[in-house]
Nanobody
């Protein structure tokens, strides 16, 4: 079992940057595929980015491709989401999630563990 704690959210103006972190408990972090999802008010939770156990094969939603970068440091049990060129439509609660396999990376229902979320607000 793994516990996930996100941090780094906040308020920023359009065009700005934020870096989210997700710290995981336990000794088996490197056995989990990690991902970031987000949920805006009144909308369904959506996939943002995912990364394999080794840190390779990052995959992004089209809406964030070229602006966001997912990475992980297995020695620190942490996954990151660097968000650049932020837009008001990026405003949402951002969640990190973990599961054991890469298949169906973008499907939220396939993840076993979730953090509590961190708010990101982008003003125009």
């Amino acid at each position: 079992q793994v516990q996930l704690v996100e941090s780094g959210g906040g308020s920023v103006q359009a065009g700005g940057s934020l870096r989210l972190s997700c710290a995981a408990s336990g000794r088996t972090f490197n056995t989990y595929v990690m991902a970031w999802f987000r949920q805006a008010p009144g909308k369904e939770r959506e996939f943002v980015a995912g990364i394999s156990r080794s840190g390779g094969s990052p995959y992004y939603a089209d809406s964030v491709k070229g602006r966001f970068t997912i990475s992980r440091d297995n020695a620190k049990n942490t996954v990151y989401l660097q968000m650049n060129s932020l837009k008001p439509e990026d405003t949402a609660v951002y969640y990190c999630a973990a599961k054991n396999y890469y298949y169906d990376l973008t499907k939220s229902g396939t993840y076993d563990y979730w953090g509590q979320g961190t708010q990101v607000t982008v003003s125009s």
